[in-house]
């Protein structure tokens, strides 16, 4: 678990690692940014904010690599594909 300062709002990364590589997640307010392990399908069910980015190695690659996925709830507020993982999260702060 590691603390996380965007624009002074605290933010939570967690980190597992795997035999190839490492399940990454950075956890918002409302919400939380993912990396290509984490599934939008289940998200949507779950109605759940969710932003995806992909070709990540560790936090700072997730805070600049550009969201691939959302889910629709995400979307709802505002976060879309093509946004920085960095205001991703921004937008996940009021949910």
Do not use: Q, W
Not at 43 to 54: C, F, M, P, S
Request: net charge negative; with cysteine.
């Amino acid at each position: 678990m590691e603390k996380i300062i965007i624009d002074g709002v605290e933010f939570t990364g967690y980190c597992i690692a795997t035999e190839n590589a490492a399940l990454l997640m950075i956890k918002a307010p409302h919400g939380f940014l993912g990396c290509g392990y984490f599934n939008i399908e289940i998200a949507n069910r779950l109605n759940e904010h969710v932003a995806i980015v992909t070709g990540v190695k560790n936090f700072e690659d997730m805070l600049e690599a550009d969201v691939i996925a959302t889910s629709n709830a995400a979307e709802k507020n505002g976060i879309n594909t093509g946004i920085s993982g960095r205001e991703a999260l921004l937008l996940m702060i009021n949910g």
